[in-house]
């Protein structure tokens, strides 16, 4: 069975507070886009985990697919199987491509396997792979709060618009963009149930908290920000911990980044 799980972007992110587990209060919409990686599981007499595409670094018994994958053996003893994952979105980019291959693996394996898994329990399992890996079991726009896992439908709506996404090819560690926050200079933008017009009219003010401290140590990427806009964006921002930068435009715009990764997309 072969599946394909989607990128997803931050609109807006704002940071409000640290917990006691160590994690970060936020608010956030995550908006599903289509880039996507490749996912193939069958059954097998033994279990096989390989991946193509996009280099993976680390060891496997890591990846999000496996541990995902783990989830579902303990907890219902399916059998081996051949895990195949194509990379494509890249990593270490505020695209959520590692967190949509985890929630991805749960949903094909609960099809795969008929376990009749409810959309709250795939939530909840999710949930104990990673703070991003919930949205990607509905998979539709939601406004986020508490870590990531508390989800509120919203009525924003981008499509026929188009977006340009610009990764520059430097993986960010998330764990030092938050080491590197200054809680004191984050936004209070109040953006929950922002609709699209809005959106385009708060530029300065549906922001991302990270950026400040991201384009101070990569100023290369506030370039690319910059750029962008002058090319006609309604909107733009860094996705996430970054490292993408993305504009939404109303008309295809034209690539401009020849050595960078660069995808322009029909929402």
Not at 25 to 42: A, G, K, Q, R, V
Not at 234 to 252: D, Q
Request: include cysteine.
């Amino acid at each position: 069975m072969i599946v394909y799980p989607n990128a997803k972007i931050n609109i807006g992110l704002k940071i409000l507070s640290k917990r006691p587990d160590g994690f970060h209060n936020l608010e956030s919409i995550f908006y599903p886009i289509p880039w996507y990686d490749i996912l193939e599981i069958n059954p097998s007499n033994h279990f096989e985990f390989k991946t193509f595409g996009l280099k993976i670094g680390g060891d496997h018994h890591h990846n999000l697919v496996v541990k995902a994958y783990q989830l579902i053996k303990n907890k219902y003893h399916i059998p081996d199987c051949k895990i195949h994952l194509h990379k494509q979105i890249p990593m270490g980019a505020g695209l959520g491509g590692g967190s949509s291959d985890g929630a991805f693996t749960l949903t094909l394996l609960n099809d795969l396997f008929c376990l009749n898994m409810s959309i709250t329990e795939l939530i909840l399992l999710a949930d104990t792979l990673g703070s991003d890996c919930p949205f990607f079991i509905e998979n539709k726009p939601k406004f986020v709060t508490g870590k990531g896992e508390v989800m509120t439908d919203i009525d924003l709506s981008l499509k026929g618009f188009y977006i340009k996404l610009v990764n520059p090819n430097i993986h960010i560690s998330t764990k030092q963009v938050f080491e590197g926050l200054d809680l004191s200079k984050t936004n209070h933008c109040d953006f929950y149930g922002i609709d699209t017009k809005a959106l385009f009219n708060k530029q300065t003010c549906v922001t991302n908290d990270f950026e400040h401290t991201v384009f101070s140590t990569y100023p290369k990427l506030k370039k690319i920000k910059n750029t962008i806009i002058n090319e006609g964006a309604l909107y733009a921002s860094m996705t996430g911990t970054g490292s993408t930068i993305y504009g939404i435009f109303k008309n295809k715009p034209q690539p401009s980044f020849s050595n960078l990764t660069e995808k322009i997309i029909e929402l």
